[in-house]
């Protein structure tokens, strides 16, 4: 059984920051293409992130500018740093490794509100 497990989740007001960290078995890390999708009540999952085993990296337009999304191949983890947060940034986050086969962590809340 593969786990991916997320954290650094929590409650935020708007403008404010928050790091989440996904630690992903090193024998996925270094051959998968490493996401973050995130779903928010009443909405389908959506991307967010990757980022390729070679560090190319892709947003959505909804964070481009805000977000960034980074791996260490030395502690096989992969952030997202998402900055200047909006109340529409509200969602579950879930951190995602896909290779033509696909997994994913729990999921860790985020809240943006004051």
């Known amino acids: 059984q593969v786990q991916l497990v997320e954290s650094g989740g929590g409650l935020v007001q708007p403008g404010g920051s928050l790091r989440l960290s996904c630690a992903v078995p090193g024998s996925i890390f270094r051959l998968y293409r490493m996401g973050w999708y995130r779903q928010a009540p009443g909405k389908q999952r959506e991307l967010v992130a990757d980022?390729?085993?070679?560090?190319?990296?892709n947003y959505a337009d909804s964070v481009e500018g805000r977000f960034t999304i980074s791996r260490d191949n030395a502690k096989n983890t992969v952030y997202l740093q998402m900055n200047s947060l909006k109340p529409e940034d509200t969602a579950v986050y879930y951190c995602n490794a896909y290779r033509g086969d696909m997994y994913w962590g729990q999921g860790t809340q985020v809240t943006v509100s004051s």
């Open positions: 980022i390729s085993t070679v560090g190319r990296t």
